[in-house]
């Protein structure tokens, strides 16, 4: 039987067992490959290597999910929206997932599959957050894109885009397949990391909502350590000054001759170290109970292994793999 926790803070949380969901999906934009990334992480040998730091390990159904019996038999776009309702039946369903993990008090750990997989991984973080704690979650996005389009700016139509703006609720637009997503991330409770190729529209979105950014310039300037203690110090703003952190971690933040095999790949990235610093800096706070390791595509470029295994070494710094 599962042990009782106490629900007045996350102290709840097992830190010793992790959900760990593998989303072979990748709908949310056009390149095949994507879906490759979880075979490919277990195959380098991530469990065997969690369990090795003592985690105890729990994939869901004990399978990598690629979600295709619940896709709709056509799923044409709507306006410029590409699959919206195979995008919206993957995270509804992957949403749940992580709630159950979650809610068991499991570290929760996605590998993907594209971005667009975040609607699911934070609405079904925030959904435990806020019936275990009554707190709202708080997010880092690390990425070269601030994926944060609407319907209504996106110029790609692809969904993983869009994550960031459905999480939040910034559009009214009820699409189908989408129309379940209820809004569970305040704009202060958001910290980007690693921008670099932001969209016009999407500029004017993060200046309106006044969301906490910081680009590779920024990055450049302060370096990567100070970074990391401003975004702490602005998700321990308010009145639960400890509570849980989901990191969301787009590979394209690193640079593409650091981890090359990623669908959209923008030169000026994170340093190997810079990556593990911010995976280390997290787990050194002790909050981190999610954590999406996505848009590794194997199908793409030449060296595929190094962007693989990067992945993984990420994935264990989170986990608080310890240097020395
Ligand atoms: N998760 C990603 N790699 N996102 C890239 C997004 C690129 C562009 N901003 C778009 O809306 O399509
Ligand atoms: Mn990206
Ligand atoms: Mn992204």
Not at 132 to 137: A, H, V
Not at 229 to 250: A, C, Q, R
Request: hydrophobic fraction near 35%; glycine fraction near 10%; charge should be negative.
């Amino acid at each position: 039987m599962e042990e009782i926790h106490r629900l007045s803070d996350w102290k709840y949380l097992d830190k010793k067992q992790i959900g760990i969901t593998c989303v072979a999906f990748s709908g949310g934009q056009p390149k095949g490959g994507v879906d490759l990334g979880p075979e490919y992480v277990l195959k380098a040998g991530l469990i065997e290597q969690l369990n090795e730091m003592n985690f105890k390990t729990v994939l869901t159904d004990n399978k990598i999910h690629d979600y295709k019996e619940f896709f709709p038999k056509s799923d044409e776009p709507i306006g410029i929206i590409k699959r919206p309702r195979t995008v919206g039946i993957v995270n509804k369903i992957l949403a749940d997932q992580v709630y159950q993990h979650a809610k068991l008090g499991r570290l929760a750990l996605q590998i993907g599959g594209d971005h667009s997989m975040a609607i699911g991984t934070i609405s079904g973080m925030a959904r435990a957050v806020k019936e275990r704690l009554n707190q709202d979650l708080k997010v880092i996005w690390i990425d070269a894109h601030a994926d944060i389009n609407t319907p209504q700016t996106t110029e790609t139509g692809n969904l993983h885009g869009m994550p960031v703006s459905y999480l939040i609720g910034l559009t009214d637009e009820k699409i189908e397949g989408l129309d379940w997503i209820v809004p569970c991330l305040k704009p202060e409770n958001l910290v980007y990391i690693g921008l670099r190729d932001v969209d016009k529209d999407e500029k004017q979105i993060l200046k309106k909502y006044k969301i906490q950014a910081f680009s590779m310039h920024d990055i450049d300037r302060y370096g990567i350590g100070k970074i990391l203690d401003m975004t702490i110090e602005h998700l321990s703003k308010g009145p639960y000054p400890n509570s849980p952190i989901h990191l969301s971690f787009d590979i394209d933040a690193l640079d593409p001759t650091v981890a090359g095999s990623t669908g959209t790949p923008v030169r000026g990235g994170l340093t190997f170290r810079e990556g593990h610093y911010i995976c280390e800096a997290l787990h050194d706070t002790g909050r981190l109970v999610g954590l999406d390791m996505v848009e590794l595509n194997p199908a793409i470029g030449d060296c595929h292994e190094d962007t693989i295994t990067i992945g993984c070494s990420l994935i264990r710094a989170t986990f608080g793999e310890s240097l020395l």
